[in-house]
């Protein structure tokens, strides 16, 4: 089961995945490979990774990216993975029945994964915007640039 949810940010969707059936452990070994990477790089990665819980990460990244470009116009190439989670889930409690009338339990544990996408062209036009200002014709006297060095604090192990 798959739920697309928007967040209350302008540049950022997610997309969130319950239920799924593979343990947080083994999600968050793939997550983390394609935490803080662009859209297009995760979708490489997911594809050729040789792990069993790849698939429904990358069903839920793919969602992520159709919900953000369907709902607020975004391109797919200005996308990149803010924050991905994973939370452990309910387990399915099962007994299977062995010899001599005995049984023994079998547990299927699920995950909750959450996928953000945000939209990094606001950005780039943020970034061209500080260039239009420290362009030499543009000047404010209002600005002060002051660097403290928060390292050192002038004790026996600052000396060099």
């Known amino acids: 089961m ?3 949810k928007k967040t209350k940010s ?3 969707v997610y997309a969130l995945g319950q239920y799924i059936s593979m343990s947080a452990h083994k999600a968050r ?3 983390d490979q394609i935490r803080g990477r662009s859209y297009e790089e995760a979708l490489m990665i997911l594809e050729l990774m040789p792990y069993r819980g790849c698939y429904p990460i990358f069903k839920l990244v793919y969602s992520a990216a ?3 470009s369907h709902n ?3 391109k797919e190439t200005n996308l990149v993975i803010n924050k991905a989670e994973v939370n452990q889930g309910n387990t399915v409690k099962k007994l299977k029945p062995r010899a001599r009338g005995r049984s023994y339990p079998i547990k299927r544990s699920t995950c909750h994964i959450t996928i953000v996408l945000e939209d990094i062209s606001f950005y780039e036009q943020y970034e061209e915007y500080l260039m239009y200002l ?3 014709g ?3 006297e209002n600005i002060n640039l002051t660097c403290y060095d928060t390292y050192s604090s002038g004790g026996l ?3 060099k």
């Open 29 to 31: 070994r793939v997550i």
């Open 72 to 74: 607020k116009g975004f």
């Open 134 to 136: 420290k362009k030499p």
């Open 10 to 12: 302008s540049t950022s």
């Open 2 to 4: 798959i739920k697309k």
């Open 157 to 159: 192990w600052d000396k």
């Open 138 to 140: 543009y000047s404010n």
């Open 66 to 68: 159709a919900n953000a």
